[in-house]
Every structure is written in C-alpha cells, then in structure tokens.
C-alpha cells in the first residue's frame, strides 16, 4: 500500500496517520463490571422517586445486557396519583406498598426467553423481596455497589435466602468515583471516527 494510499485510509476513519497516540487502542476505556453498573446507574436515572433512585442490569455470559430496571410505580399506574413518600402515619400513604423496585423490573423487562445463569449488577443490596424473585429466575450472582440497609431484618432475610440458594454476591468495588456523560464530546476533539 502506497504512503498516500495510507495517508488516505486513515483520515478516512478519522485517525491521522502520523500521531501514534491514535494508533493504540485507548487504556482508560470501561471494563465489563464498570459499564454494567454505570448502565444500572443510568438506568436509575429514570425513576421518579425523589429520594432513592435505583437501577438493575441483568447480563447473561456473553456480557449481552438482556434486562434493565429502575425503581418506580406499575405500569398502569398513575405515579401523579400515588404518595412518593418515605414516611406517614398511614403506611398505605407511602411509597413502599406500591413502588416496584429496579429488580423486579429488569427482570420483568428481560429480552429473553429466562435469565438463568445471568448476573444482576444493582446499586443497592437487594432487599428480601428481590432475593426471592433473583433465585426464582435462576439469576447466579448479584453484584451490588452499596449495602447501606446491611442491618435491618429485610437485608439479613435476603443474605439468609441468597445464601441458601447458593447465588453469590459481591460488592463492587469501582477504579473510579465517577464516569461523566458529555453529550457534546462527540463534537469534540475527544472522539474521533465513525464508531
């Protein structure tokens, strides 16, 4: 191939032949664990709830995504209608009787025929609720960022009943505190190419 032919090829896809910065594969890129549980985090971002927002990524053993979930009220249901609060003197005018939480979601949102043998990447330890409905869809392993309830009885009954099940958890631990979504990067110099 001719130098010019080179020259050509490379501009084409956005790379300057001549900087060997941009002849290496980039090191800073996201691992799996790290992109499932941004994805888990960024799903969160569509819950309506005003003070906890939760997010589920359920990825089978190919690293395929094939369920994802947030917390929030059925389908069907007026969320303008129902109470989004934490506390009242009558527990039917809060959110826990209703609010569907980020697993049941991914896992009713699955894209496939079952989720046995997937792993769930969730922000919080799975409450007791979960934990029955990730042993009764075959999830093995649940990978959760913070334990922050580790102490009421609902987390001890979930480790009881994942422990049981034999589905292993493990927290996440992240290389990073945050990962930044710059919807004008790809206008930028910082991306270069097609794809």
Known sequence: MSH?????????????????????????????????????FLSAQRSKDPSSQVGACIVNQENKIVGIGYNGMPNGCDD?????????????????PYVCHAELNAIMNKNSADVKGCSMYVALFPCNECAKLIIQAGIKDVIYLSD????????????????????????????????????????SGMFNGTG
């Open 148 to 187: 922050k309830y580790h102490d009421i009885p609902e987390m001890t009954a979930s480790r009881r009943l994942l422990n049981l099940a034999g589905i292993q958890y493990k927290q996440f631990k992240p290389k990073r505190s945050k990962f930044v979504i710059d919807f004008n990067s790809i206008n």
């Open 80 to 96: 303008d209608l129902l109470p989004w609060s934490r506390s009242a003197d009558d527990r039917l005018d809060t959110k826990y």
């Open 4 to 40: 010019e032919m080179k020259n050509e090829t490379s501009q084409l896809n956005g790379t300057p032949a001549s900087d060997p910065a941009q002849t290496k594969k980039r090191e800073d890129y996201l691992e799996w664990p790290e992109y499932f549980m941004a994805v888990a």
